[in-house]
Structures are given as C-alpha cells and as structure tokens.
C-alpha cells in the first residue's frame, strides 16, 4: 500500500450565541469569507469542508446552532501559524461575541493519510474519543500533541 505523507486534521465546533443571520453575528458572517480566503492561502493548507456557497456554515452534525470547521493541513505547525500567527488571531479574540462557551472539548486533531480526506461522522467521533479519554494519539489538542502513526 503506498501511503502519503502524513497530514493533520482538525475539527473545531462552535455553538451560535445567536441565528447565524441575525445582527449579533453579523461581524463573523462579514469576516467568514475574508477568514476562510485567508486558510485557503497559507503555507500548508491541504483542504476544508465546505458546500457549494463555499463554507461550512449550513453542514450542522451536531445541531441546528452548532457550526463546524473541518480542515487538513500538512503539519500541526502550519495550522498553528494559521490559528494564532496570522490575522485569523483577531477574529478568534472575538469568539465570545458570537458563540457560547463549550461544555466539553470544541478542537480535536488527529494524523490522517496525506491522500485521504476526513468525513464530518469521522471528526465527530473523533471528538467524542477526545472527551471520553482525554488527548490520545487518536484524538488530541495543540496543548498535548503526538507524533504522526500511520500503518506501514
């Protein structure tokens, strides 16, 4: 079997403190394309889910005001520059304006094959993994990372 390199995915939920189309969120639906343009166009961006409007923001898995962002990267470092090095850190500072705060995990990240794209089912038991028995190598945080294992 030929395997390419390793990439890291990620799933990250937020909870909607108010109607997407409502004027509480109007600021994260303005800066949505600007930010997912922004992913698009960093070092190391493999792929993101998205519908034909090009977000994620009407794929609802995990309930009607819950949205989801589900990326792969070519390594942790390159989705961490994005995350917190780039000009997505002010709109992440704002977090509070436009979602609820999460009971549980809202980030989860595992290794996947390079060629291989993950589904929202396979992210969400991912993230459910990360709550029940904390980071593992299956299902892990940027705070406790682990090193990429992929069959031979």
Not at 1 to 23: G, K, Y
């Amino acid at each position: 079997m030929n395997i390419a390199q390793p990439n890291i995915a990620q799933l990250n939920i937020a909870r909607l403190a108010a109607p997407l189309d409502s004027p509480r969120l109007k600021g994260f639906v303005d800066l949505l394309a600007e930010i997912n343009d922004l992913a698009d166009r960093s070092p190391g961006f493999v792929w993101r889910l998205q519908d034909e409007s090009g977000d994620a923001t009407a794929i609802r898995p995990f309930g009607d005001d819950v949205i989801v962002n589900l990326t792969v990267w070519e390594s942790i470092e390159a989705l961490y520059a994005y995350t917190y090095r780039s000009a997505h850190l002010p709109v992440l500072q704002r977090r509070r304006e436009w979602f609820e705060r999460s009971a549980g995990p809202h980030l989860v990240l595992w290794w996947i094959d390079g060629s291989a794209r993950p589904t929202v089912a396979e992210a969400a038991r991912r993230l459910a993994h990360l709550d029940e028995h904390g980071p593992t190598p299956d299902a892990f945080t940027f705070r406790t990372q682990f090193a990429a294992t992929l069959p031979a």
